[in-house]
């Protein structure tokens, strides 16, 4: 049995439909696997990294909320140079006035 020019393009056309679907359908999941995976790695991450801070200097762990380290008597604040508010040691940026903190 053959067929026609018409059938044949008819035929062509069902079958790459069926690619583009299946082709997305495999795109999909490589891609829900690949989001899973650095999803696990990031929470493993978070995980390790959990628990009380450390002093910048002496690496020792403290209590929040210190401003002085109590093994080292290292500063654990931040100031803002425009307006002296204090902000935990790793801050980068002055949350009231967006002034850079030393």
């Known amino acids: 049995m053959f067929l026609n020019h018409k059938e044949l393009f008819f035929s062509m056309g069902m079958l790459d439909n069926l ?3 299946v082709k997305s359908d495999l795109s999909y999941r490589a891609g829900s696997e690949i989001s899973d995976a650095v ?3 990031a ?3 978070l995980k390790k990294n959990k628990g009380k801070p450390k002093c910048p ?3 020792k762990e403290i209590p929040e909320g210190l401003k002085f380290c109590p093994e080292c008597g ?3 604040t931040a100031t803002c140079v425009n307006c002296n508010m204090e902000f935990p040691i790793k801050t980068k ?5 967006g002034g850079k903190l030393e």
Do not use: D, H, P, V
């Not at 940026?93 to 006035?97: G, L």
């Open 74 to 76: 290292a500063k654990l």
């Open 19 to 21: 690619i583009g679907r």
């Open 93 to 97: 940026f002055c949350t009231s006035c």
């Open 43 to 45: 929470s493993k991450i």
């Open 57 to 59: 200097k002496c690496k």
């Open 39 to 41: 999803t696990k790695g």
